[in-house]
Each structure stands twice: as C-alpha cells, then as structure tokens.
C-alpha cells in the first residue's frame, strides 16, 4: 500500500517509541487487513520507526549524524566519514565545525524533487540499520510488504491485485502469489462458522485500552484504524499489543450459521510475533459512537492516512458482555497465515443502518467465505 502515510505520522512522541509503533503502522501501509502483523513474519524486519520530524524527506540519518560525527570528531581532527551523507558540498571546508554545520544544512533540505514516498523508502532502510538486532527481532513481524506497492496492492515487490470478485477473489488468492499458497491449501484457515464450542471455564480476555490517538486509512481493503501504542490485552497469561483494527461487511465469521452486517477485527501481537484477532460483531441497530468517530475521520484519498485530532475511547468499543469464541485459525486475508488465536466476542453490538451505509459505499463487500472448520477446537466462555 502506500507509503504515503509516513508524512502523515502525526505522533511527535512515536520517534522514540520506536519499534512498537513501528508495527502498528506497518498496519497501515499494508495492503492486507489482519494480515499486516502476520505475513510480514517472514519479510525483513525493517520497521517503519522513523520519527515524524524524519518526514519532508529527512531519514532518521538526518538526526543521527550529526551526534555521531560531533563524538566521533574530536577537533581539530578531520570530521570522519562515518555517516553516509549526500552530496558532500561542505567538502572543501577546511573548518571541521563548519565542515559539520554545512553538512548537516545540506541533510536538512529534501533532496530535489524527492517525494514523500521516495523519501520513505530511504528512511526504512536507513533506520532499519540503526536498530539494534534484538528490538528488530522481536518485532519482526513488521512487513515490508505491507509498507510496498499501492493501494488494492499486495507486497511492494509487485502489485498483486487480490480482492473479494472474480479472478482475483478469495478462490484465487493462492494462485496470485507462491507465498500466499496456504490461502488454498492451509487446513487451519479462517473464517469459520463457529459452531459447537465447548463451554468452558475460560478466562476473560484483559483488555488493557486505553483513550488513543488513532489514524485512518482506506488501504484498499478495508479502512483500518492505526492506533498509539500502549494498549495490550492478556489471554490466558500471555500479553498481546493492539496493532491496529479493521472493518469487514458483512462479518466474516458467523455463528451457528448466522452472519452480521459487519465485524471488526482488533489485531494484536506478542512480543514472539504471534497473533491474536478480536473480533466484533455488529448488527443493525442503535449507533455506535466510537464508530462514528473512526468514519468521521475517514480520509479523502485512498492510502492516505489521516490523524483525527481527538483520542478513541478504545474501551467503548468493547461489549458489555464479554464472553467469547475461541479458536485458532488464520489471517483472513493474503497471504493467509497460520497461527492466530481467534477471539470472536458473542455478543453483537450495533451500528445504524446510516453506519453500515457509509462502510458499503466504499466496501461492498470485503469479507472471505468461511473456510472448513476440519474438527478444531472451538472453546467458549460460559
Ligand atoms: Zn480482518
């Protein structure tokens, strides 16, 4: 999808977050929904940490330089080349300082006719090697692939066209690209139509939201929701980081056979790269004002990404009755990964006929079929 959104990286504070808000917008530039975290695990692990004040053309190496060359450069000693620069103009200084200043003013001008896009490829890569292998490691889920290509794309590499019609659709999904082949052959796929979980003594799910600066961007797919990081829930012990969440119409998982006019999926990951989806069911009926806030923030480009000015009450978005499915299954989306918990709310909450309105108007229909139960396990909250 596009990496238009970097200039649009509204979070001052995101710079030193770092890796964590790398992720979450990794959601944002992907091409897929909950597919983001997931179907990067194998891409390179280069995260989208660039600072916002790195936008306009300014990577990262911009800021860095210039601490690294002034402790690496005692005076009078020559200022080392330890930076890759640009166009060294400042070359003939004699003058280590101004040799530094003159350098450093030229990293601050965009190169000519640089764009937000070509700029953000740049920072990727340099930032990328800026981190510390641990930190890259840990989430490396990050997909490059999501940061590629355009909008209605898959992996940047190539624009792969999938979508929900025709040749493209989810029946064709495996044959667009080999890494998407579990879209066909995986026997663990979602969604589901969830039926004869065991009623268990589950655990509640501990959502741990918080009120959070978000963004939204229609990448093609679906509009999806880019959100400040902090806000984790726990399953059974283990903690999972809220990337970002998506809307789909009508919902792709059903129950007992029933389907929803919509769902909304809630993605989260752990510090091992595994994933764990909420999803939200809806149905016709009173507004939802978190909703709202989300379509009022709607962009008016594809792809890009638009900052709301007001936080997301997140918990709002939660229903009052938590009891849930669970189940594990796959990504929805190419390329249709393995591996992720599945939490599917029971209750379904409401949305006014105007809501669901707005969300067809751009997406008709974005939901996968359901896909073959094959005898899994499906536990639920008593
Ligand atoms: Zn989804």
Redesign the pocket.
């Known amino acids: 999808m596009t990496p238009k959104l970097n200039p649009a990286r509204p979070w001052p504070t995101w710079g030193h977050l770092g890796l964590a808000c790398a992720l979450a917008w990794a959601g944002a530039g992907s091409a897929w929904?909950?597919?983001a975290a997931h179907g990067a695990a194998k891409a390179a692990p280069a995260t989208r940490s660039a600072p916002p004040n790195a936008a306009a053309g300014r990577s990262p190496a911009t800021i860095v330089a210039p601490a690294t060359r002034r402790a690496a450069a005692p005076a009078p000693a020559p200022v080392p080349d330890d930076v890759p620069l640009p166009a060294d103009t400042a070359a003939a200084s004699t003058d280590p300082l101004e040799h530094l200043r003159q350098r450093l003013a030229d990293r601050l001008v965009a190169p000519k006719g640089a764009t937000a896009s070509g700029s953000f490829d740049v920072r990727i890569s340099t930032r990328s090697g800026l981190q510390p292998p641990s930190a890259a490691a840990a989430h490396g889920a990050a997909p490059s692939r999501a940061r590629g290509g355009k909008v209605a794309h898959g992996p940047g590499a190539g624009a792969v066209h999938w979508g929900y019609e025709g040749e493209h659709g989810p029946a064709g999904w495996a044959s667009l690209r080999p890494e998407f082949g579990l879209c066909k052959t995986g026997q663990r796929q979602s969604p589901i139509d969830i039926r004869g979980g065991l009623a268990v003594n589950l655990e509640p799910v501990k959502f741990n939201y918080q009120d959070s600066k978000f963004s939204v961007v229609d990448n093609g797919h679906?509009v999806q929701v880019q959100l400040q990081p902090g806000n984790t829930i726990d399953i059974g012990g283990r903690k999972f980081e809220l990337q970002q969440f998506?809307?789909?119409r009508p919902s792709?998982e059903r129950i007992d056979g029933r389907q929803f006019e919509m769902?909304l999926?809630l993605?989260h990951k752990d510090e091992q790269g595994r994933l764990a989806?909420v999803?939200l069911l809806f149905d016709e009926g009173p507004a939802n004002a978190v909703v709202q806030e989300v379509w009022n923030n709607l962009p008016l480009e594809r792809g890009d990404a638009r900052p709301a000015r007001q936080p997301l009450a997140l918990t709002e978005l939660l229903p009052d009755d938590r009891r849930y499915y669970t189940y594990m299954g796959s990504?929805?989306?190419p390329p249709c990964s393995e591996g992720v918990q599945w939490v599917v709310m029971r209750a379904p909450q409401s949305l006014t006929a105007e809501q669901i309105g707005i969300f067809s108007r751009i997406y008709p229909m974005n939901a996968r079929p359901v896909q073959s139960a094959s005898g899994r396990r499906i536990l639920q909250s008593d």
Do not use: I, M, R
Request: aromatic letters at 6%.
């Open positions: 929904a909950e597919g679906t998506h809307f789909h792709e769902s999926h993605v989806v999803a990504l929805t989306t």
